[in-house]
Each structure stands twice: as structure tokens, then as C-alpha cells.
């Protein structure tokens, strides 16, 4: 019997091993049956590619080192936590965020919105520009294009002047630009790292568990977050821009600053590998009186619970007038959709505001598929014109705001690095609505005469997107 025979005499039985093995692993450890199920029947449906795929894509890698190591890398002083401030009523909806993260509310002097690559660039750079001891910087994309020369002259700048200036961008977003951003700002000697890189040597081509954080602390004065990458993407006035984005970023001062600051250094010593044993002590005091009250919530997969999407439960299922939600992807759980239902049921307003042009087609036909549920119990559904919007907020009832870089899908709740800020505001949660009424001027409301009319083809398009929606 020569070689050949025998390995073909070796590989179903190394086929079912694989199979057996990676079945075993899903059963263990998925915390969900569905999930569990579903990758049990690949791996026996095809006993060699889905094994495989299972390694690539369904093994959490980073959960064990991330909850070791990345929690504990910079503590911090929290004994001035304010729960309750005074003539306030925040009470349920401060009560959900409180015990998820077990912290109370920052006092935030400033909450600034600001739309569109025109006024957030701008804004940032000037920060940048008139910095005195620092400029940190966290981002999911950072193209080279115009937008992305200007920050990088603006950070070289501020280098130069002998500031403090560190750069994180996730391993992957950064690919998303032909010409990677680290190799011009290493040459300008300015501080980089990667956030869970991408590379053939040492192999590590896990493409989940990505950071989709954007963040950008200026001294103890002024924190930026939002949903905005860096890149001329998100220049909307331009008619030539081809793929323009619609955003709102948002520029926050006070206690929330120093917040972000620490989120900000845990991901730095989580990349660099690098461990700063004192403290984080912050710079800004927390105010016994504020014109906003606000939370910061971190999530990734070295939390222990899918803390974003229980707070997004928690406060829906809190609401008692209303829920608007804005968000360019809308691929919620189970539990979300019922908390959805639930609040419209008890007489609250639900309206979701959702991208009609959307720039990854199959998370756009993956969420068709699964509207149906949803406007069978005649929830309010509308899709925003062209260019694609991007923006991300949830506004329950008249004082309350959910702003930062998650999306309401899996990726963003379950796989992704994620921060929320809660906004505690009447006069925020109303400009906020304005904005979103402003977008649903130039809405259309999706009927379920609309979705029941799709041709067969279409449906088995937008179902079998909808399959692969925990990776869209």
C-alpha cells in the first residue's frame, strides 16, 4: 500500500476528529444554543471547512488574556462617585448603567454635537492644534487622504512642540486604507501601536475582536467621541465625495474627559504590552452640580457580559414616553426586539431611524430579513435618503442620551471594543432630537406591505445574509 492509499485511509478519520473536537468546543463553551447549534451543524456538514472556519471565526482568542490582563493594567480612584445628584430625578434610567459598570455618574460641563466631516475636523484639529501637554488619539479607520495629512501634520506639530502624543488604530480598520497610517507616523517618530494587529509572521489573522472605539483626549480639557472615523469619507458637502458619510461626533469637557483618558491608557498598555502599576488619578474634579450628568460604558470580549447591549435592555425596557434610535446598522437580539415590542405595547413611541443607502449591502439585506417581526407589531421604521448615514444615538424619554461608537448589531454587542456614553440632559436629549427629526424629514417609512413584496430571489438574498448577521 503506498502513500497515497494510506492517506486516503487517514483523512476521514482525521476529518471526523476535526469534527468531533471543534463540535465538542462550541458545545462547551457558547453560551448560546442557537449559536452552539448552528456551529455543531456546520462542522459536521462539511467536517474539514468547518472546523476551520470554527478556528478562524468562532473562537473567542483574546477573552482569557483580555479579562487577565487587560482589566487590571490601570486602576484608578473612583471614591467620589456621585449615584444620585442633587435636584435630579434620573431615576430608573441612572439605575441600569450604575449597576452594569458598578460606577455612578461624571459631572460634564460641555456637550457639543457636531455634524459632518466640516464641522468635526475642524474642531478636533483646532483642539490639536492648541494643545499644551497632550494629544491621545483612538480610532478604527485613519486614511491617508487629505483629511488624514492634516491630522497627521497637526499630530507631528504637537510632537514637535514636545508634547505627549499617542496614536491607537485597530489592525484591521487601518487595512482599510491601501497605504497604512502607522508606517508614515512611525517614520514622523510619533508614538503608534495597533490594536490587535493583523500578521502572516507570527501568524494572527483573527479578524473579530476588533476595536471600534474612536476617541481623542486634549489635555484635561476636551474629549471627543462619536461615530467618525478619520478620513474624507465623512466630508458631506462634498458633490464629488463618491462614498460621503453623514455623521455626529461630539465634543465633551469636565469630569468625562478624565474618563476617557483612562479608557484611552488601558488600550495603550493593552497594545504595547507595557504596565503602569500607579494609579490613574484624574485631573478634573467631579462637580456636586452639572448642567449634564454623564456615564462612560466600556464593552468588549473581556467583559463578562454583553454590557451594551443589556444596557440598551435595560433602558428601553425603563422608557415610559419614548425610544428614537438612529443607528447605520440594525441586526438586534432576540431580547432587544422583544424589549422593542414590550415598550410599544406599554404605549411608548418607537421610531428607528435606519441608513436607505447603506455602504456593507449584505448587513442592509440581513436586516430586510428580520424587519418583518418588527413591523408585524407596527413599530415605526423608517429609512433615511442617501448619502449613508452613520450616526449613532438613542434618546429615551426627555432626559436621557446613549452616544458613542456602538452599532445596534452583533458585531458591535458581542465581538467588537465598544464605548457608550450616557447623557443625563434635557437640554441635550433635545437638541439631539432635533437632529433626529431633521433626519426623518428626509425619511420613508418601511411598510410591511414594502418588506412582504420582495420577490422569492430577493428573500433568499436578504435570509441568507441574515444567516452570517453575528459577522456583518
Not at 450604575?98 to 460641555?110: A, F, P, T, W
Not at 491608557?265 to 504590552?273: A, E, F, K, L, V
Not at 436621557?400 to 452599532?407: E, K, Q, V
Request: glycine share 6%.
Amino acid at each position: 500500500m503506498n502513500w497515497e492509499q494510506n492517506l486516503l485511509w487517514f483523512i476521514p478519520p482525521l476529518h471526523i476528529m476535526m469534527a468531533i473536537l471543534a463540535s465538542g468546543h462550541a458545545l462547551l463553551n457558547k453560551s448560546d444554543s442557537r449559536g452552539a447549534f448552528g456551529w455543531i451543524a456546520l462542522c459536521i456538514i462539511l467536517p474539514l471547512a468547518g472546523p476551520i472556519i470554527y478556528l478562524i471565526f468562532g473562537i473567542n482568542r483574546v477573552h482569557s488574556a483580555a479579562h487577565r490582563d487587560y482589566i487590571t493594567k490601570l486602576s484608578r480612584d473612583s471614591t467620589d462617585m456621585i449615584t444620585e445628584p442633587d435636584d435630579t430625578d434620573f431615576r430608573p434610567l441612572s439605575m441600569v448603567g450604575e449597576n452594569i459598570v458598578k460606577k455612578g455618574l461624571s459631572s460634564c460641563d460641555e456637550v457639543l454635537a457636531l455634524e459632518n466631516g466640516e464641522t468635526i475636523y475642524p474642531a478636533m484639529l483646532e483642539a490639536i492644534n492648541n494643545a499644551k501637554q497632550y494629544v491621545l488619539l483612538c480610532t478604527y479607520i485613519f486614511d491617508r487622504d487629505d483629511t488624514g495629512r492634516q491630522f497627521i501634520e497637526a499630530l507631528v506639530a504637537a510632537k514637535n512642540r514636545g508634547l505627549e502624543v499617542k496614536v491607537i488604530v485597530d489592525g484591521m480598520g487601518e487595512w482599510m486604507s491601501l497605504r497604512r497610517i502607522g508606517t508614515i507616523l512611525r517614520r514622523h517618530k510619533i508614538e503608534f501601536a495597533r490594536f490587535n494587529p493583523i500578521t502572516l509572521l507570527p501568524p494572527s489573522l483573527n479578524l473579530n475582536m476588533r476595536s471600534h472605539r474612536k476617541m481623542l483626549i486634549v489635555d484635561d480639557l476636551y474629549a471627543f467621541t462619536g461615530g467618525a472615523n478619520i478620513g474624507d469619507r465623512h466630508l458631506a458637502l462634498r458633490d464629488d465625495n463618491v462614498h460621503r458619510v453623514l455623521d455626529i461626533h461630539f465634543r465633551l469637557q469636565g469630569r468625562i474627559v478624565d474618563d476617557l483618558e483612562w479608557a484611552f491608557r488601558r488600550d495603550w498598555y493593552y497594545c504595547t504590552g507595557t504596565r503602569d502599576v500607579s494609579p490613574y488619578l484624574n485631573s478634573n474634579p467631579n462637580k456636586s452640580k452639572a448642567p449634564v450628568w454623564s456615564r462612560l460604558v466600556l464593552d468588549g470580549p473581556n467583559k463578562a457580559l454583553d454590557r451594551l447591549n443589556d444596557l440598551m435592555l435595560g433602558v428601553i425596557s425603563s422608557a415610559r414616553h419614548r425610544v428614537w434610535i438612529m443607528t447605520p446598522y440594525f441586526l438586534p437580539t432576540q431580547d432587544l426586539i422583544g424589549a422593542l415590542i414590550a415598550a410599544h405595547l406599554r404605549g411608548v413611541d418607537v421610531q428607528i431611524l435606519l441608513p436607505g443607502e447603506n455602504n456593507i449591502k449584505p448587513a442592509h439585506w440581513a436586516t430586510r430579513n428580520m424587519l418583518r417581526l418588527i413591523l408585524e407589531n407596527d413599530l415605526y421604521i423608517a429609512y433615511q435618503g442617501s448619502p449613508f448615514i452613520h450616526s449613532k444615538i438613542m434618546l429615551i424619554d426627555d432626559q436621557y442620551s446613549l452616544i458613542g461608537s456602538a452599532n445596534m448589531d452583533p458585531r458591535s454587542l458581542r465581538l467588537n471594543y465598544e464605548l457608550a456614553v450616557e447623557l443625563f440632559s434635557t437640554k441635550t436629549n433635545q437638541q439631539l432630537s432635533e437632529y433626529f427629526l431633521r433626519r426623518r424629514a428626509n425619511a420613508t417609512q418601511v411598510t410591511r406591505q414594502e418588506i412582504a413584496n420582495r420577490s422569492l430571489p430577493v428573500r433568499l438574498r436578504d435570509a441568507f445574509a441574515w444567516l452570517f448577521s453575528p459577522y456583518l
